[in-house]
């Protein structure tokens, strides 16, 4: 396996809130590095099993060689399909760690990183057909504005969108530097690589669907529990831990409480923990990524 593919976040707390049954079968929803993958599988017993899923190719040279072991090269989202086939009977646990790995943030020629002079890319799956380019150059101003105010959260995100559009008619935006010579005009001298973090996390979430994958991961891990089987999820920004935090509550990601015909609330799952497991000072230390982490654990009722 790669060394420094990954450095796994809050590993010890989600697996020890994970695995409750070392003859059960698991499921790793973001294989990368594959370091949460040999935690659960040093958890399990020789019945026991586990799942794995990544888009990305390159994580599937870190697979290990473990009977016990399946990696699917695939979206998370479709994990019900895949449990269906693999394991009908149900999952007695799935764990999400939704950060993008360290090695797409430092592979230069992903494009995932404003540090690195490469081509705007940022596919997770590189067989995908969009990348960070095609949006800035072929999106209208108003549908950058809006996924760089949602996604990114950026402040003055209608600037940016302006600048682009009018750096593009020059010249198409095709390199992490074009983009960030485009709207630099904007950037605040103060804190301009937290600004430009922004930016890049907007247009990743874009390219990637990772919104639309994350809800439709819910939706199928919520049907591919057995009940009791419990869901782990690490959340890096307020988005996406919000829709986390509302499916757990409610059912659904936009966080509405619905009733089936009998006054039942249509929530599947639970919490565990009232609040989400923060990483220790300590990992902080040694892992500046992990210092946004946030644990959420639920159980199937």
């Known amino acids: 396996m790669q060394q420094m593919y990954h450095q796994p976040v809050l590993l010890k707390e989600s697996i020890d809130a994970l695995v409750t049954n070392p003859d059960g079968v698991y499921a790793d929803a973001t294989f990368g590095g594959g370091g949460h993958s040999a ?26 060689e473990d009977g016990r072991f399946t ?39 992903r494009g995932f990183s404003f540090r690195y002079s490469a081509p ?41 969108a302006q600048l682009i559009a009018e750096a593009r008619e020059s010249s198409p935006i095709r390199t992490t530097d074009d983009l960030d010579n485009a709207i630099a005009a904007a950037l605040p001298s103060f804190a301009a690589h937290k600004y430009l973090a922004k930016v890049y996390q907007a ?12 809800e439709k991961f819910l939706e199928g891990a919520a049907a591919s529990l057995r009940r009791g089987g419990r ?28 009733k089936d015909l009998y006054g039942r609330l249509e929530a599947p799952l639970e919490p565990v923990l009232r609040k989400p497991v923060l990483p220790q000072e300590s990992e902080i230390a040694a892992n500046t990524r992990a210092r946004s982490a946030k644990l959420r654990v639920a159980v199937k009722l």
């Open 39 to 64: 935690e659960i599988l040093s958890r399990l017993s020789p019945e026991g099993r586990l799942i794995a899923f990544d888009r990305d190719a390159d994580a599937l040279a870190n697979a290990p």
């Open 71 to 109: 990696l699917i090269h695939n979206n998370f989202r479709f994990i019900h399909n895949y449990t269906l086939q693999l394991s009908p009977e149900g999952l007695d646990g799935i764990l999400a760690d939704l950060g993008v790995s360290s090695h797409q943030f430092d592979t230069a020629g």
């Open 120 to 160: 705007l890319d940022m596919r997770m799956n590189v067989q995908g057909t969009t990348t960070a380019a095609d949006i800035v150059n072929s999106y209208t101003q108003e549908e950058l504005e809006k996924i760089f105010r949602i996604y990114g959260e950026v402040e003055n995100s209608r600037k940016i």
């Open 203 to 214: 247009l990743r979430i874009e390219v990637n669907a990772e919104m639309r994958s994350l």
């Open 231 to 258: 869901l782990a999820v690490i959340t890096y920004h307020s988005l996406e831990d919000r829709m986390v935090k509302n499916f757990i509550r409610t059912g659904n990601v936009e966080g509405e409480q619905r």
